[in-house]
């Protein structure tokens, strides 16, 4: 049975750091690039970053280039994304995802919340 479940999400204040996890079971992590997509509320879902199955290469939203790192641990199949100065407008449940050829499989999501 494939799972993502995505932790370390909350309130936090503009300014502030959050690191979110993505623990995943049920399929060969390693082979799968991994995502992380956000979707705020009346906003379409969007790609926040990626990383390869093997962590060599990334990619990032323009909007959190600087702020957010994306990494992955192959040993303990989770993904990670720092997320550091954060603001106001990365409010939107983060969901993690798993990708590889045509199959894609998606977390339920964890809220990230900033706000003063």
């Known amino acids: 049975q494939v799972q993502l479940v995505e932790s370390g999400g909350g309130l936090v204040q503009p300014g502030g750091s959050l690191r979110l996890s993505c623990a995943a079971s049920?399929?060969?992590?390693?082979?799968?690039?991994m995502s992380w997509y956000r979707q705020a509320p009346g906003k379409e879902r969007e790609l926040v970053a990626a990383?390869?199955?093997?962590?060599?290469?990334?990619n990032y939203a323009d909007s959190v280039k600087g702020r957010f790192t994306i990494s992955r641990d192959n040993a303990k199949n989770t993904v990670y994304l720092e997320m550091n100065s954060l603001k106001p407008e990365d409010t939107a449940n983060y969901y993690c995802?798993?990708?590889?050829?045509?199959?894609?499989?998606w977390g339920q999501g964890t809220q990230v919340t900033v706000s003063s």
């Open positions: 049920g399929f060969t992590f390693s082979s799968y690039a």
């Open positions: 995802n798993a990708r590889r050829l045509n199959i894609r499989y």
């Open positions: 990383v390869s199955s093997a962590g060599s290469s990334t």
